[in-house]
């Protein structure tokens, strides 16, 4: 059965850098998201992002966090300057035409120390 | 504001007995919800959706307006049942609100 993927697993990245997190959703999937999951906190949603341009986004996404669908498989969310409290558990999901059932990727460790 | 309060952060059940995970929503549109569970080392996958008023696993979740809640109930708990499980909303355009998640515990 066809699942997101998303790489890495883990990464550990410097306060102030880039980072690029890289999610391969499921092949025919219309909607693309990125979630955040703080330690011990709730899921937060981030982005959502259809027919190549961003659909909704929450508070939370501001001018530091980009999303690129750059080749038509891949779906990337990139934080420009990364703070301390960028640290969290990055989950990125899809779903298919017509339902709202997200299929959700694995999910990658962020630490900025 | 829309808000998906779970506020039962552990909860814990001997097996065979009724289980009841909670969630309230508070929302001022037309709601749709959402349980999605996560098993150990696995990742989030959807459980059931209130719009399918179907049975997952046992489990069922009746959406009640007045209320507005979504609990999950499954009459007879089993051990493959624990996991952390998150109430969700979907809001207007493609926006999803998740609770803090409540992680049951079934007890042989």
């Known amino acids: 059965e066809p699942e997101v993927t998303q790489t890495p697993s883990h990464q550990v990245t410097q306060m102030g850098q880039e980072v690029i997190l890289r999610c391969v959703p499921i092949?025919?999937?219309?909607?693309f998201y990125w979630y955040r999951q703080i330690l011990g906190q709730k899921v937060e949603f981030l982005v959502s992002?259809?027919?190549?341009?961003?659909?909704?986004k929450s508070e939370i996404f501001d001018d530091q966090f980009s999303v690129e669908r750059p080749d038509g498989s891949n779906f990337t969310l990139k934080i420009r300057s990364t703070k301390l409290e960028d640290s969290a558990m990055y989950f990125c999901?899809?779903?298919?035409?017509?339902?709202?059932?997200?299929?959700f990727g694995p999910g990658t460790r962020l630490t900025v120390t | 504001a829309q808000r998906v309060t779970q506020p039962e952060k552990l909860l814990s059940v001997f097996k065979g007995a009724p289980v009841e995970l909670k969630c309230n929503y508070s929302?001022?549109?037309?709601?749709?919800l959402f349980w999605y569970v996560q098993y150990s080392r696995q990742r989030l996958q959807l459980l059931l959706r209130h719009i399918s008023r179907e049975s997952i696993k046992g489990f069922t979740a009746d959406l009640n307006k007045g209320e507005t809640s979504f609990h999950l109930k499954k009459p007879f708990a089993q051990e493959e049942d624990s996991a952390m499980y998150y109430c969700a909303l979907r809001a207007t355009g493609n926006q999803f609100y998740f609770g803090t998640g409540t992680s049951l515990t079934v007890i042989p």
């Open positions: 929302y001022s549109g037309s709601p749709e």
């Open positions: 992002f259809y027919n190549n341009e961003i659909s909704e």
């Open positions: 999901a899809s779903t298919p035409p017509g339902v709202y059932e997200q299929y």
């Open positions: 092949s025919n999937h219309l909607y």
